[in-house]
């Protein structure tokens, strides 16, 4: 079984780029959920994804955008960069009806320069 | 407005004692705490959970203890052992309301030799 895996790594953007941050779900599992962690600072959490529509928010402005695919694969994206969006972009996804128990990717690196 | 309060930074036990990481809220609202571990480049992992009917949750060396009244709630490790060491994130939600979960910052856990 593979678990939840995102895409690039790592990526080093400056002010005022978009960027597209991509994670695929464990297999079986139909919700994602994106989060943003700061250094020093918890996930924070900033939208879910469940049967290809928004479900839920967090207090992220509308430039922080998403997408989620037929097969439960979700793309991040992030436009008008700014120097404060530096952190850790974790994906997470959880099976049906399980909506607390998340399993998290190992996360993309951004940098904004 | 931190709804989730890991106060300690970090936490140095000896291996074989016991760890106890803690962790306070301040919405009533919510109704279910989790625990996760995290590592160097790696996605949190859920550790265990606690349902707000409960006060106590064991698995194996883990228990979650939780006090409502005083919206605090405590994972206990015993014994310690060096792969414990991690961060340890605190976070709840509020099953009832939505499926947002709000993490803590952190519990950093050092286990000595």
């Known amino acids: 079984e593979t678990g939840v895996t995102q895409s690039p790594t790592h990526l080093i953007k400056t002010r005022g780029q978009q960027v597209t941050l991509r994670c695929s779900s464990q297999?079986?599992?139909?919700?994602v959920s994106w989060y943003q962690q700061a250094l020093g600072q918890g996930p924070q959490f900033i939208f879910q994804y469940y049967r290809e529509e928004e479900n839920g928010r967090g207090n992220f402005p509308p430039r922080f955008s998403g997408l989620q695919f037929p097969n439960y694969s979700s793309e991040l994206n992030v436009n008008a960069l700014e120097l404060d969006d530096s952190a850790l972009y974790l994906c997470a996804s959880s099976p049906p009806l399980t909506y607390n128990e998340q399993f998290f990717g190992p996360g993309t690196r951004l940098t904004v320069l | 407005d931190q709804q989730v309060k890991q106060n300690s930074p970090s936490l140095s036990v000896q291996e074989g004692r016991i760890s106890i990481l803690n962790c306070d809220y301040t919405n009533s609202m919510f109704d279910y705490f989790l625990w996760y571990k995290k590592y160097p480049a790696e996605g949190p992992t859920f550790l265990i959970s606690i349902s707000s009917i409960k006060d106590k949750n064991e698995d194996g060396r883990f228990t979650v203890f939780l006090n409502k009244s005083a919206k605090h709630l405590s994972l206990h490790i015993v014994p310690s052992q060096p792969g414990d060491s991690a961060v340890y994130f605190c976070a709840a939600s509020a099953m009832n309301r939505d499926d947002k979960i709000i993490f803590g910052k952190g519990t950093r856990l050092h286990i000595l030799p």
């Open positions: 297999s079986g599992h139909n919700t």
